[in-house]
């Protein structure tokens, strides 16, 4: 069985999503790779809550830190840069985070630039993603 589309009622504004953006710290979202990739067979992208393009070190150190915490291994095809970010509501309990990068999508959805770190892994700490094909995502509140 196939899972749903995660169904989107609306994209919030760039002022709601900059007052959303007050809370948290970044948003890890894990989705299925595409079959060929088994080694790395989670689509992993991390939303850190800054527009500054942040010196290469420290963004390794951020890279190299969140793989440990999260135990993920193998990683693959590496894209770290700032992106546009939108947000969307639907049924879920939290707005959904989009990486924009269809020119149509950058032209038509609000959004706000934000550093993001994409690549293909794997871990048994995302088994929704992996075993179950579903997408989710994770909030990192200020503490």
């Not at 894990?30 to 393009?53: E, G, R, Y």
């Amino acid at each position: 069985m196939k899972p749903e589309a995660i169904k989107t009622l609306r994209y919030l504004s760039v002022d709601e999503i900059q007052k959303h953006l007050e809370n948290f710290e970044y948003i890890i979202m894990a989705t299925p790779a595409p079959d060929c990739f088994k080694d790395a067979p989670i689509h992993f992208t991390l939303f850190l809550n800054t527009s500054d393009n942040l010196p290469k070190d420290i963004q390794k150190a951020i890279f190299d830190k969140f793989l440990d915490e999260n135990s993920i291994r193998n990683p693959i095809e590496v894209m770290s840069q700032i992106m546009p970010v939108g947000f969307s509501e639907g049924s879920h309990e939290t707005f959904m985070p989009l990486l924009l990068v269809k020119e149509e999508d950058i032209k038509n959805i609000p959004s706000t630039p934000m550093l993001v770190m994409d690549f293909l892994a794997d871990s048994d700490n995302f088994s929704e993603a992996k075993e179950k094909s579903l997408t989710g995502w994770s909030y990192s509140y200020n503490s």
